[in-house]
């Protein structure tokens, strides 16, 4: 399953990043790695700088919020399971 898949199929859930994120032309790094975000969709678009694999994807996510598309590679990403609250 790609990266692509498994965010397709967790649309609506969190996921955190595990790295800072890079904002061009606002800043630069944001020194903020660790954080979660509500995902809310997942495309193989190319981004600019990069190539589409298999281990990458653009990611559509609530990001303080306010919606941005970020592209993610499949090692700086986890995709949070929402476990119901033991009884």
Not at 8 to 18: E, F, I, M, N, V
Not at 23 to 46: E, F, H, I, K, Q
Not at 56 to 79: C, K, M, R, T, Y
Request: net charge negative.
């Amino acid at each position: 399953m790609t990266l692509l898949d498994k965010l397709q199929a967790h649309k609506g859930g969190l996921l955190r990043l595990k790295n800072q994120l890079y904002w061009y032309g606002r800043g630069g790094w944001d020194n903020n790695p660790g954080r979660a975000c509500l995902l809310l969709d997942a495309t193989a678009r190319a981004a600019a700088f990069a190539r589409p694999s298999a281990s990458a994807a653009s990611a559509f996510l609530l990001i303080d919020g306010q919606p941005h598309w970020v592209w993610i590679a499949e090692e700086d990403v986890e995709l949070l399971v929402n476990d119901p609250p033991a009884n």
